[in-house]
C-alpha cells in the first residue's frame, strides 16, 4: 500500500534542541546543563498539597475550563502584591497547561495568515514556528550586543500596519537580560494608537538579581490593556513537569484566548491546580528565589572563572551564556556543544537553536538551576 503524501507544515524544524541535548547526555553520561530544568524538588508543602489532592475524593475530575475559581483567586491576589494592579479572577485570569499552551493558544487565538510577529532574537524556540502554524509572519529584530537588550529604533523600524503583536521576553531565554520600566515607557509610546497587541512570556519573573526588580506589563497599566502576560509555575515551584501556567490578559483578549484554550486541552489537572492554590499565598515561597538563584548564579561564575569561557553578564533567568572563542577557536557551536557532551562530560545548549536562520556567535547555554554538587561536578569537568 502507496502511504499517504504528506507535506510538512514546518519542513524546517527538526526536534527541539532541548530534546536533542537531554537526549544526548542521557546516551553519554554528561551532566546535563543544557536542557533548563532543575535538579531539585519542588517545596515540600507543595508535594505533600498535591498528595493529598490526589486522595481527595472529587478533585479526579475536569476543572473548570479557565482554571479553578480558587486558584484563579490566588493568581489575582498575588499579581496585585507583586505587580500592584488585580486582574478580575473571573474575566482575566486562565489557567493553561503550562506558559508553552498559553503562547501557541494566544498565537492561535489571534494572528491571520500574513499578519507579522514581531520577535526579538535570540528567542525561544517554539515562537516562530507557532506564528508560522498560524500563517502569521515572524518578523526577526536582533537584540543589540553585548548585553542582548532590544534597540528600539529597530522595533520601531519593523512595526508596520500588518503587526498583530509584539512578542516580549523578560527575564529573557537565553539570555538573562531583563527589561527596564523605561524599556516599557518606550514601548508603549511605539504601541499607542495602534492595534498591536503584546505577548510578554515572564515564565522567569521570579528570577531577577543584583537588587533589580522585575518589570512586569501586568504593572504597566497602558501596555496590560492591550497584553498577555504569560507565567509559569514550573519556573516558580521548580515543577518543570507538572506544567501548570496561566495568562493574565483583559477581558476581550482573554475571551478569545479561552475560545482556544477550551478545544486545545479544555482545561488543567484538578488536584494540580488545588496544591498549587493550597501554597501560592505563601509569598516567602516565591519571596526566597531571586536570592535563591542568584547564589547559584554566583557559585556557577566563581567555578568558571578559572576557564576561558567568557562569561556573559547574567541579570535574570537561570542561564548562563558563555562565549567559547578562546576555549575552541574557530569550531561553530553545534559541534561544541556536542563534543562538549560527549567529550568533557557537560550538556549545553548551541545559541544558534535560538535564532530563526542558526546564527553562530560561538556562544553556549549552560543552565544552573542545580544543586551546589551538581554545579561544582560540571565545572570540574570543565576546568579538566
Ligand atoms: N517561555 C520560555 C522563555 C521558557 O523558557 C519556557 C520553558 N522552559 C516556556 C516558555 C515554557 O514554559 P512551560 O514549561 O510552563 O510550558
Ligand atoms: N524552557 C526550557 C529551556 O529553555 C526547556 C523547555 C523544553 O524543553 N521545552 O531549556
Not at 479557565?66 to 489557567?95: F, N
Not at 497547561?97 to 489571534?110: C, S
Request: negative net charge; proline residues 9%; charged residues 20%.
Amino acid at each position: 500500500m502507496p502511504s499517504p503524501h504528506l507535506t510538512s507544515k514546518l519542513p524546517d524544524v527538526g526536534t527541539s534542541i532541548f530534546s536533542v541535548m537531554s537526549q544526548l547526555a542521557q546516551e553519554t553520561g554528561a551532566i546535563n546543563l543544557a536542557q533548563g530544568f532543575p535538579d531539585y524538588d519542588p517545596p515540600r508543602p507543595l508535594l505533600e498539597a498535591l498528595a493529598r489532592h490526589v486522595l481527595t475524593p472529587g478533585h479526579q475530575q475536569y476543572a473548570p475550563m479557565p482554571g479553578l475559581p480558587r486558584l484563579r483567586d490566588a493568581i489575582a491576589a498575588k499579581t496585585a502584591r507583586l505587580y500592584g494592579y488585580q486582574p478580575d479572577p473571573t474575566t482575566e485570569i486562565t489557567v493553561t497547561n503550562g506558559a508553552t499552551e498559553a503562547l501557541y493558544a494566544v498565537l492561535a487565538a489571534v494572528v491571520r495568515p500574513g499578519e507579522e510577529v514581531l520577535i526579538l532574537e535570540p528567542a525561544y524556540d517554539l515562537y516562530g514556528p507557532a506564528v508560522r502554524l498560524q500563517g502569521g509572519v515572524p518578523v526577526y529584530v536582533p537584540l543589540s550586543r553585548p548585553d542582548f537588550r532590544p534597540d528600539w529604533d529597530r522595533v520601531a523600524a519593523a512595526l508596520t500596519p500588518r503587526t498583530r503583536l509584539v512578542l516580549l521576553n523578560s527575564p529573557h531565554n537565553p539570555t538573562g537580560a531583563v527589561l527596564t520600566p523605561a524599556d516599557l515607557d518606550t514601548l508603549a509610546g511605539l504601541l499607542r494608537d495602534t492595534d498591536t497587541l503584546l505577548l510578554s512570556d515572564e515564565v522567569y519573573e521570579h528570577m531577577v538579581f543584583d537588587g533589580a526588580q522585575h518589570q512586569s506589563v501586568t504593572g504597566h497599566p497602558e501596555l496590560r490593556e492591550r497584553a498577555f502576560v504569560l507565567s509559569s509555575f514550573g519556573k516558580t515551584y521548580h515543577a518543570t513537569g507538572w506544567k501548570v501556567g496561566y495568562c493574565v490578559a483583559p477581558p476581550a483578549l482573554s475571551a478569545e484566548l479561552r475560545r482556544v484554550h477550551q478545544f486545545v486541552t479544555f482545561s488543567v489537572s484538578t488536584p494540580t491546580q488545588h496544591a498549587l492554590a493550597d501554597v501560592l499565598p505563601d509569598a516567602d515561597l516565591y519571596d526566597a528565589l531571586p536570592a535563591f538563584y542568584q547564589q547559584k548564579r554566583d557559585l556557577f561564575r566563581e567555578l568558571l572563572a578559572p576557564t576561558d569561557f567568557g562569561l556573559l553578564p547574567v541579570p535574570g533567568g537561570y542561564f548562563q551564556v558563555a562565549d567559547f572563542r578562546a576555549v575552541a577557536p574557530g569550531l561553530d557551536d553545534v559541534t561544541f556543544a556536542r563534543q562538549l557532551t560527549r567529550d568533557t562530560g557537560v550538556a549545553v545548549v548551541p545559541l544558534s537553536a535560538f535564532y530563526h536562520d542558526g546564527q553562530d556567535h560561538q556562544l553556549v547555554r549552560f543552565c544552573f538551576a542545580k544543586q551546589e554538587a551538581t554545579l561544582r561536578a560540571a565545572a570540574d569537568r570543565l576546568r579538566g
